[in-house]
């Protein structure tokens, strides 16, 4: 089987035909990840039995995705600790005024759609696929409703989506599994600290609410947290691998540590309607005392139910919380790579599937830049057919004569790269995403001419 039909053996849609065009779908568009549908499509017939597969109500964006989520659970089974990374995103379709059913986002005036996900990733920061997806097109905003919105149950609060997140991640991922859930300031949300949860299931969130804290759970004294963290004594440094953002480049940062555990008091509304109460977690404080002229210092300040006893302890929150990168690049990869915002489709829920479809895409994207960085020896027979990296081989090295064995998965992949316009100096690292869905583009129509030309030569 192709790498789509074993990915999406577990897939119901109904109708077996249905199935494996779904399947011939994600294959064309995994093929040219950033070409237009017209251009991604191997035929016209294709083409238009892609829009017709998005328009079909009949198919629901739960079901696209749902033996992904059955193979995503299948590979966290191969890991003792998995990260369940959550994060909000917004879709953009202002570009496309005639689309149906699209709602306000951040921007003023802009219309899209917003988009909570989680992914899981392994310990090592390979990811391992997405485990849900929840869309949704926001009612025109209201002014004068903030102190009103911030009473009301979290039921019904956009914010609840966390916490179902959560719960999903908890049901779906066995409890002989240790799931992490792993949040960026926006998840910085009480109910979601003292949501049930179950064995081998903890947080790891960065703080973003200046919350009052005690030391000890009866203490008299009430201290805000970020002074009362602060007032912990240094316990070491540790120099940590700093992402590329829009904002700054690449570096290495080296970062004080401090951690504690404080009680977190309830806020105000909560305490008041007697739902919630006090609870314990630890808090790790990393800052960058020294920070590079003109860059702005790195500071996170994380609230985790992870032990955190010592040293090693922290830093380890620390790698974990640097994972959280990895769901930032899969939003980069649907939007920039997919280019899924440029896409013109009649409706929002076209518009949904379509996001489904392109899902699974920038994540076997994602998968392959950072599998072949943790496991670069694997072979490569797992991820290209045979026609695919005998044609990669022979164009690299300028050859008609492929090696008897496949290389090795790492090697292959740099050579996509090197397609898409790496360089592979010996201070370049390891390529990008970027880069690799270039080189998978032109690999695509490298591999079509090999496989036509070895077939007349067959013939001959």
Known sequence: MSWAEEELKDTDLGDRRRTQRWVQIVED?????????????????????????????????????????????????????????????????????????????????????????????????????????TVWAREKLRRGRGYRDR??????????????????????????????????????IYDLFVHPRR???????????????????????????????????????????????????PRQATLSVRYATLWLQPPQTHAQAGRLSAIAL?????????????????????????????????CRCLDRYSCRWLIERYNYVLKSGCRLEALQLETAERLERALATYAIVAWRLLWLTYEARVNPEGSVATVLAEHEWQALYCTIHQTTDPPPEPPSMGQCIRWIAQLGGFLGRKGDGNPGVKTLWRGLQRLNDIAATWQLLRGKGKEL
């Open 151 to 188: 009473k009301a149950a979290i039921e019904t609060k956009e914010s609840y989506r966390w916490l179902e997140h959560q719960a999903a991640s908890q049901k779906r991922i066995p409890d002989t599994v240790e799931v992490i859930t792993i949040t960026d300031r926006e998840g910085d």
């Open 29 to 133: 568009l995994m093929a040219q990840p950033t070409a237009s549908v017209p251009q991604a499509s191997r035929d016209h017939a294709a083409m238009q039995g892609m829009y017709e597969f998005w328009a079909n109500r009949r198919i629901r964006p739960g079901s696209i995705l749902a033996g992904h989520s059955a193979r995503t659970v299948e590979r966290c089974l191969e890991h003792t600790t998995v990260l369940s990374i959550q994060d909000t995103t917004e879709l953009d379709f202002s570009a496309h005024p005639g689309t149906r059913g699209l709602g306000p986002i951040s921007r003023p005036e802009a219309l899209g759609l917003k988009v909570h996900i989680t992914l899981c990733s392994s310990d090592a920061g390979v990811p391992l696929g997405n485990v849900q997806t």
């Open 282 to 314: 630890q808090v790790v404080l990393a800052e960058e005392e020294h920070p590079p002229a003109g860059e702005p210092a790195i500071r996170w300040l994380l609230l985790t139910t992870l032990p955190v006893n010592s040293f090693e302890e922290a």
């Open 199 to 249: 064995a081998n299931s903890e947080l790891l969130i960065r703080a973003a609410q200046n919350r009052n804290t005690k030391r000890e759970a009866y203490a008299d004294d009430v201290i805000p947290l970020f002074e009362a963290i602060q007032q912990s004594p240094c316990q070491g440094h540790r120099r940590l691998e700093l992402q590329r953002t829009p904002h700054r480049e």
